[in-house]
Structure formats: structure tokens, C-alpha cells
């Protein structure tokens, strides 16, 4: 458990899901459309992910059965098709109630560091935990373009290349060239709209994507699994690109359930 052990002392044991808590997790409309095979594939993968990490509850989080298992089947959906080897170097999965402080120092455009404090809901350590507020679990997976547990799993996924930088360890038959070529320009130009919006808050995607290449990575993987047809609509670039890389189409699959 390392600095968090630490910190808090030796955390307790969470619960293991029930069977009727995997059945009610995959309830969620973030599931909608997937086929018996694949939720079987789905539950295979998140209790694997139940057995290779440590789950810590922290600063009083007290995670149910149910919770246990939203975190692991949503985590489970971006490597449906790639497989729990993607999730690896590292170990555990840090549970706060609530929005958690991070304390830490950041470098300007001319090279000043400075203390920072922000308020999170989740964040993802290269080569050390992952860390995900449950108050932000429960409003996920509800498919309307917020899921703190995917953001912050793409980041685990971004991390594979060995750099933060919203290009991930890609697949044989994809090209680097061609991604930056999709999320190049989305993220200059996502950039411009949130600069020149009066409220950015209303913005149809999170105007977090617009921190670095590393967020807008994680904030359109969100979107790609909880709101496709935004992604699809607005850079289909980037839809495609992600389509390749996480070896899905949630469009495909939501535009199904419509059809009569």
C-alpha cells in the first residue's frame, strides 16, 4: 500500500461483490446493447482486475459490495477486446468518500514551480495507485459524458507508452502518425472553443479536455463509452482513432438498441 499505508494505517478489507451485486453493476445504461458473450467476457475480466489489485478504503470510505463492483466492471469495459495485461506495473486502487486534496508543485511556461493544491475526484500515479472518489463512482456509467472510472483507467492506459502524454502504447496496425493527425488538431481546436466560450461550463464535452493532451485522451475515452455519438459528431478523427485502439464501437452499439 505504500505511502497511503502510511498515512492512514492498514486499511480493511472490502467486500467481495455478491452475485446480485455483479448483476445489479451491469445494470447500468454504460452496458446497454452488450451481448451475453461479451458481459460474460466483461465479468471475467473484472474479477480479475478484483484479484490483481488491492483495494484500500482511505480517510473513512467504507465501499459496499455494489461499489466494488461498479469500479471493476467499468474498468473492465476500455480492455473488453485487449485484455487484463493492459492494467499491469502496477497495483492498487485507493477508494476516498469524496473529493480528495492533491498537494504537489507544477513547472509554469517560463520554468517557475509553485505549490499547488487542487480538489479531485480520482487521479493515477505512474507505477503507483489509482485513486477514485465513490460520491464520483455513483454519477458514473449513467452514459450522460461523465465517468470518473474510465478517465482515470485511460490514463493507466496512456501510461503504457511511458509517458502522460494522450498517446497510449498503440496496436501493430495503428500508426502513430495518424493518431496525432486525429488528436492534434481536435485538441487545438477544442482548446480555441473553450478560450473564446463565455461560460465554458456549458460546454456539450468537459472543458477539462482542454488541460493537456493527457486529459483530452481521458476526457474523450469518456465520452467515447458514455456519449459516442458527441465524439462521432464533433472529431470523427478521434472516434475512429479510439475505435481502433480500444477495439470497439459504442456507437454501433447504442444506434442498435434503436432500431425496431
Not at 480493511?12 to 452496458?31: G, N, R
Request: with cysteine; proline share 7%; net charge negative.
Amino acid at each position: 500500500m505504500g505511502l497511503f499505508k502510511s498515512l492512514f494505517g492498514r486499511a480493511p478489507a472490502v467486500p467481495a461483490p455478491s452475485p446480485v451485486d455483479w448483476d445489479e453493476a451491469l445494470l447500468l445504461p454504460l452496458f446497454d446493447g452488450l451481448s451475453g458473450e461479451a458481459r460474460v467476457q466483461l465479468l471475467a475480466l473484472a474479477r480479475r482486475l478484483l484479484e490483481g489489485k488491492t483495494f484500500s478504503p482511505a480517510m473513512g470510505a467504507e465501499p459496499s459490495g455494489l461499489e466494488i463492483a461498479a469500479i471493476a466492471t467499468q474498468a473492465a469495459l476500455p480492455i473488453l477486446h485487449l485484455g487484463a495485461d493492459w492494467y499491469r506495473g502496477w497495483s492498487e486502487v485507493v477508494l476516498y468518500p469524496g473529493e480528495f486534496a492533491h498537494e504537489g508543485y507544477e513547472v509554469d511556461e517560463i520554468g517557475v514551480e509553485h505549490h499547488v493544491r487542487h480538489v479531485r475526484t480520482g487521479e493515477a500515479w505512474q507505477g503507483g495507485p489509482l485513486v477514485l472518489a465513490l460520491d464520483a463512482v455513483h454519477a458514473s456509467g449513467l452514459c450522460e459524458g461523465y465517468n470518473v472510472v474510465i478517465h482515470e483507467f485511460a490514463h493507466k492506459l496512456d501510461m503504457t507508452s511511458g509517458s502522460v502524454n494522450g498517446l497510449p502504447a498503440l496496436h501493430g496496425d495503428m500508426s502513430a502518425h495518424e493518431w496525432a493527425a486525429a488528436f492534434g488538431p481536435a485538441y487545438e481546436d477544442f482548446c480555441r472553443r473553450v478560450e473564446t466560450m463565455d461560460n465554458p461550463d456549458e460546454s456539450e464535452i468537459d472543458p477539462y479536455a482542454a488541460e493537456s493532451p493527457a486529459e483530452f485522451f481521458a476526457v474523450f475515452s469518456e465520452y467515447f463509452f458514455e456519449w459516442p455519438d458527441v465524439v462521432a459528431d464533433t472529431y470523427p478523427a478521434v472516434y475512429e482513432q479510439l475505435r481502433r485502439f480500444y477495439r470497439q464501437d459504442p456507437l454501433e452499439r447504442f444506434n442498435d438498441l434503436a432500431i425496431p
